[in-house]
């Protein structure tokens, strides 16, 4: 990057906080990049909830007074999955 001699310090340190190698941007990246894995399963899971979540609960109707050992565990998953959507 050139910066004219004539440019003014701070617009300088500017220009070079903006670069890539900056600590403070590399700081920034690796923040972004651990968090968007979380991101991405916060958004799956809302998405889940807004568009299975009534038919998860109609399909397990009865079910929920049925004894947990009798359960397959497909119905105590979609039941520990509904449990924690409420």
């Avoid at 190698?21 to 916060?42: H, I, N, P, T």
């Avoid at 998405?47 to 497909?74: E, H, T, V």
Wanted: proline letters at 2%; a negative charge.
């Amino acid at each position: 990057m050139v910066v004219s001699m004539t440019a003014a310090p701070d617009v300088a340190n500017a220009l070079e906080a903006n670069e890539r190698e900056s600590a403070f941007v590399s700081g920034l990246l690796a923040k972004s990049e651990a968090k968007r894995d979380e991101r991405a399963k916060e958004r799956l899971d809302a998405y889940n909830k807004k568009n299975f979540g009534d038919y998860l609960a109609w399909q397990q109707g009865d079910k929920a007074l049925m004894d947990p050992s009798k359960l397959s565990d497909n119905d105590r998953a979609i039941a520990k999955y509904l449990e924690s959507i409420k």
